[in-house]
C-alpha cells in the first residue's frame, strides 16, 4: 500500500522497522536516574513502581537500549532517504 511494501510493518534486512522486546514479567521502578531519557529532570511519573520491563528497543535497524541501557546517540536522528 502506498508503495510500502518491503519497507514498513516486516522485519526483513532494508524495512523500516522499530522493535520492542518487552518482558511483562518485568519490573520496572521510574525515576530520573533510572529510566528517564528526557531532556528535564523530573516526571509526574517519578517514583512509580510498575510491572512489566522493556529489555530492548531497535528503530530504523539501530539498537537504542539493550541489557546496559540506553545505547543510542543523543540529540536527533537523521530521517533515512526513501
Not at 13 to 28: E, K, M, N, Q, S
Request: aromatic residues 10%; negative net charge.
Amino acid at each position: 500500500m502506498f508503495g510500502l511494501q518491503g519497507r514498513k510493518g516486516v522485519i526483513q534486512p532494508g524495512a523500516d522497522a522499530d522493535l520492542v522486546i518487552y518482558d511483562p514479567a518485568g519490573h520496572t521502578s521510574i525515576g530520573y536516574e533510572k529510566t528517564h531519557h528526557m531532556n528535564m529532570d523530573y516526571s509526574a511519573w517519578e517514583g512509580f513502581e510498575i510491572d512489566g520491563h522493556v529489555d530492548w528497543v531497535m528503530s530504523r535497524g539501530t539498537v537504542l537500549i539493550d541489557d546496559s541501557g540506553f545505547v543510542g546517540s543523543e540529540g536527533p536522528r537523521p530521517v533515512p532517504e526513501a
